[in-house]
């Protein structure tokens, strides 16, 4: 399997509402780097659904993997999106696709509704029993991320 394949939700094609935000997804090597730029709504996770779930089985298959995920101008998302985005790790955890942990990138002098979202993001990765740490950077992210490998 190539070990540093890149998506994107922009590749979904829906069938009614085009995803508010975006999420490129770059494989490296056992790092799921998930470059997202939001705001976010329901449509977005179905896109990520369609779309990330081939790179998730090229992970499994490869062995343990961490993921990297990247929030930038925006976080905010509807209370209703954040509980599909929670049912859907939940999901891809009961299906043994989940990482060993994640590392969450959301400046909070960058991006809108860091404070208040980055909580509420972190408690739908507890949630579903996945390690996670906030991180202010990527180089720290990413770095953390590899020891939990």
């Avoid at 990482?99 to 949630?127: E, F, R, S």
Wanted: aromatic content about 8%; proline content about 3%.
């Amino acid at each position: 399997m190539e070990k540093n394949r890149e998506t994107s939700t922009d590749e979904y094609d829906p069938i009614k509402f085009r995803p508010h935000g975006r999420v490129n997804f770059k494989r490296d090597e056992q790092i799921l780097v998930c470059d997202a730029i939001g705001p976010f709504n329901m449509e977005l996770i179905d896109a990520i659904a369609h779309v990330e779930i081939s790179l998730l089985r090229e992970l499994i298959n490869d062995g343990r993997w961490a993921g990297v995920v990247i929030i930038n101008e925006s976080a905010l998302a509807s209370q209703e999106t954040l509980h599909s985005f929670g049912e859907y790790i939940r999901y891809f955890v009961d299906n043994n696709l989940g990482p060993c942990a994640t590392a969450l990138v959301i400046d909070d002098n960058k991006v809108i509704g860091a404070k208040l979202m980055a909580p509420l993001i972190q408690q739908k990765y507890i949630d579903a029993g996945i390690k996670i740490e906030v991180f202010g950077n990527f180089n720290d992210a990413k770095t953390w991320a590899l020891t939990q490998l």
